[in-house]
């Protein structure tokens, strides 16, 4: 099945710098993956999701890249802003919508 | 729009009991995927159903089971419960036509097995 890692576990960043997080997978099937938000208390989120046929996308201060060749992609949270504060995960499946493999996470915190 | 809503929040069982969680999927959706959040990790895949039948499961044994309701809703039931079945379970809907969908979280279920 697939095998996803995310790296770093924990990310310290001040206010207005940029945090980014890598996940590696190993299904080279795999076409579809998001990143996932979660909050203390709350179920987590979709932020922004990448398909096998994009290498970037980008929404507003949250980008992602994607390189299928060797099997990583790559969250990126720039002017990054205390509401950023949360646990994000990266996830990768072969189809949409179906049978989600998630990273173990980052926490990110931003400090004022 | 009501999003996915989940029952109760909180559960405290002992080990060999049995136990039902509930799932209500957002408007719209037809497919109900179940995760098992253990703490410090991320989701693992439990099942998904879709149509009212099981559409693919993760790796979990067959004391977890589920069933899917005409109107979407799910629930989720762990049979003779182990101290290692403590986690959050999380429920997500999407729409499932011709192809997957989003998935949706709901807030999760906070299973303690003592």
């Known amino acids: 099945g697939e095998n996803v890692e995310q790296h770093p576990s924990t990310l310290s960043v001040q206010e207005g710098d940029s945090a980014v997080i890598k996940c590696t997978y190993s299904?080279?099937?795999?076409?579809?993956f998001p990143w996932y938000k979660q909050e203390l208390g709350k179920g987590p989120q979709l932020i922004i999701d990448i398909r096998s046929n994009v290498g970037e996308k980008k929404d507003q201060r949250i980008a992602v890249t994607l390189n299928k060749t060797a099997k990583h992609f790559s969250l990126h949270i720039t002017e990054t802003q205390p509401e950023d504060s949360a646990v994000y995960f990266c996830?990768?499946?072969?189809?949409?919508?179906?049978?989600?493999?998630f990273g173990a996470g980052t926490t990110v915190t931003v400090r004022a | 729009e009501t999003g996915v809503t989940q029952s109760p929040t909180h559960l405290i069982k002992t080990r060999g009991q049995q136990v039902t969680l509930r799932c209500s999927s957002q408007?719209?959706?037809?497919?109900v995927s179940w995760y098992q959040q253990a703490l410090g990790q991320g989701p693992q895949f439990i099942f998904q159903?879709?149509?009212?039948?099981?559409?693919g499961r993760g790796n979990f044994p067959p004391r977890f089971s589920g069933l899917q309701f005409p109107n979407y809703s799910s629930e989720l039931n762990v049979n003779a419960l182990e101290l290692d079945d403590s986690a959050l379970y999380l429920c997500?809907?999407?729409?499932?036509?011709?192809?997957?969908?989003?998935?949706?979280f709901g807030p999760g279920t906070r299973l303690t097995v003592l």
């Open positions: 159903y879709y149509r009212e039948e099981e559409n």
């Open positions: 299904d080279s099937a795999s076409n579809y």
């Open positions: 997500a809907s999407s729409l499932t036509s011709g192809g997957g969908g989003e998935q949706f």
């Open positions: 408007s719209g959706h037809n497919t």
């Open positions: 996830a990768a499946s072969e189809i949409l919508g179906y049978k989600l493999s």
